[in-house]
């Protein structure tokens, strides 16, 4: 069953001389529970087209459909509840919020949002990203693998929809490398989220149900690894 579809994204910055095409006339769908790895030098649109499909930066061109709605066609307010509730962004760099502890940067989505915090599904997570013990670290305290496990407790502490993950390996040795990708693999087939992750290993590429190759904005290749 389809849960995101991209449509004709293009995305262009600067003006005359200066216009830089970062995306062109890119459509694809992904279906609930698929997990695409997305690949291509850098600067070939990858990390905006994830930014797109996260609703974090408008198209100049096309659309965006999650669920069957139309993520541009909201309002600010709307889009930032779907950023909120209906996708998990997981950075390379983590982005925690380092006066807040592991449980607190966890929960923060949730607190945004206005929600009671689940505690049976932070105290899961907590024992899945082996954060038990840890619970009242600043990120300081924390080694760069521990730290991103609390950037993948955050992202999927509201069970977003889709998981989007940006070079989430990229900072981390081959170790923590394997470590981290086994625990979206897991979000993906316990809780059948769709996780689309851009990474430059090809090691970790061809783990992904498909890869989709970015070249120049464009897609060059779609290819089904698994079924």
Same mark, same amino acid.
């Given at each position: 069953?389809?849960?995101?579809?991209?449509?004709?994204?293009?995305?262009?910055?600067?003006?005359?001389?200066?216009?830089?095409?970062?995306?062109?006339?890119?459509?694809?769908?992904?279906?609930?529970?698929?997990?695409?790895?997305?690949?291509?030098?850098?600067?070939?649109?990858?990390?905006?087209?994830?930014?797109?499909?996260?609703?974090?930066?408008?198209?100049?061109?096309?659309?965006?459909?999650?669920?069957?709605?139309?993520?541009?066609?909201?309002?600010?307010?709307?889009?930032?509840?779907?950023?909120?509730?209906?996708?998990?962004?997981?950075?390379?760099?983590?982005?925690?919020?380092?006066?807040?502890?592991?449980?607190?940067?966890?929960?923060?989505?949730?607190?945004?949002?206005?929600?009671?915090?689940?505690?049976?599904?932070?105290?899961?997570?907590?024992?899945? %990203?082996? +954060?038990?013990?840890?619970?009242?670290?600043?990120? &300081? /305290?924390?080694?760069?693998?521990?730290?991103?496990?609390? *950037? @993948?407790?955050?992202?999927?502490?509201?069970?977003?929809?889709?998981?989007?993950?940006?070079?989430?390996?990229?900072?981390?040795?081959?170790?923590?490398?394997?470590?981290? %990708?086994? +625990?979206?693999?897991?979000?993906?087939?316990?809780? &059948? /989220?769709?996780?689309?992750?851009?990474?430059?290993?090809? *090691? @970790?590429?061809?783990?992904?149900?498909?890869?989709?190759?970015?070249?120049?904005?464009?897609?060059?290749?779609?290819?089904?690894?698994?079924?």
């Amino acid at each position: 069953m389809e849960i995101l579809r991209a449509e004709h994204l293009c995305k262009t910055y600067g003006k005359g001389e200066n216009q830089v095409k970062a995306l062109d006339d890119v459509s694809f769908s992904v279906n609930q529970g698929e997990f695409i790895a997305i690949i291509g030098p850098s600067g070939s649109g990858k990390s905006t087209l994830l930014h797109i499909l996260g609703g974090v930066d408008q198209p100049t061109n096309g659309s965006v459909y999650m669920d069957n709605v139309d993520v541009y066609a909201q309002n600010e307010e709307q889009l930032a509840i779907f950023r909120r509730r209906q996708v998990g962004l997981i950075y390379q760099f983590y982005n925690l919020i380092p006066v807040l502890n592991v449980t607190e940067n966890i929960t923060l989505p949730v607190l945004m949002d206005g929600q009671k915090v689940n505690q049976e599904r932070l105290q899961e997570l907590l024992t899945t %990203l082996n +954060l038990v013990g840890r619970e009242h670290h600043l990120p &300081n /305290q924390l080694s760069g693998g521990q730290q991103q496990r609390v *950037s @993948i407790g955050r992202a999927l502490m509201n069970a977003p929809s889709v998981v989007l993950a940006d070079e989430p390996t990229g900072n981390l040795d081959s170790k923590n490398s394997q470590e981290i %990708l086994e +625990l979206l693999k897991v979000s993906n087939q316990k809780y &059948n /989220q769709t996780l689309i992750m851009i990474t430059h290993d090809e *090691s @970790i590429a061809l783990q992904a149900d498909r890869i989709l190759a970015i070249e120049d904005g464009r897609i060059i290749r779609d290819e089904v690894i698994r079924r």
